[in-house]
T-cell receptor
């Protein structure tokens, strides 16, 4: 989920397990959502996106689920690997991309 | 390879000094953005530009200035008026059409001497 303040929510999983990272978004008018991965000292990296006319989208080892009724977004990572360790955050926007809003993120740690 | 290049990676500012952060992209993107990232917080928009020679203030523009003289370049100046400049600064670009992802550089970490 999202956080306010200095400490991010954390998720610790065993290598090979599936991970689920959640995001509660704020604007019911948002119609485009993105998941980013950010490793320490680097910029955010695009993982997957989804538009509001869909409720599920799959990529390579990742799946994004969108529940517009409760304004909830989740990222599922299959067979999590040590290289997946990073901060993951969601972004939401309305039709105009200039008002993209970013969550603070969740720190995923993968134990070997 | 196409991408966004930010420089320098680390920057130190003295009291009363203006510093400029560089952002260059070779993705042929029309739109460019500057964000500030503080520990435990989401990205906050400083300035954005949708087209050359035009830019708009974001949520936290005070103490910052930008220019967009070329499509590829969107430098950010942190002025002495910005009293709390210590942060990680991220530049992003996008095609500019709606519902397209923003792509980010690897950031500049600015600290006060």
């Amino acid at each position: 989920g999202e956080s306010v303040g200095l400490h991010l929510p954390t998720l610790s999983v065993q290598e090979g397990d599936n991970s689920i990272i959640n995001c509660a978004y704020s604007n019911s008018a948002s119609d485009y959502f993105i998941w980013y991965k950010q490793e320490s000292g680097k910029g955010p990296q695009f993982i997957i996106d989804i538009r509001s006319n869909m409720d599920k989208r799959q990529g390579q080892r990742v799946t994004v689920l969108l529940n517009k009724t409760v304004k909830h977004l989740s990222l599922q990572i299959a067979a999590t690997q040590p290289g997946d360790s990073a901060v993951y955050f969601c972004a939401e926007t309305t039709y105009n991309n200039n008002d993209m809003r970013f969550g603070a993120g969740t720190r995923l740690t993968v134990k070997p | 390879d196409g991408g966004i290049t930010q420089s320098p990676k680390y920057l130190f500012r003295k009291e009363g000094q203006n510093v400029t952060l560089s952002c260059e992209q070779n993705l042929n993107h029309d739109a460019m953005y500057w964000y500030r990232q503080d520990p435990g917080q989401g990205l906050r928009l400083i300035y954005y530009s949708q087209i050359v020679n035009d830019f708009q203030k974001g949520d936290i523009a005070e103490g910052y200035s930008v220019s967009r003289e070329k499509k590829e370049s969107f430098p950010l100046t942190v002025t002495s008026a910005q009293k709390n400049p210590t942060a990680f600064y991220l530049c992003a670009s996008s095609i500019g059409r709606n519902n397209q992802p923003q792509h980010f550089g690897d950031g500049t970490r600015l600290s006060i001497l």
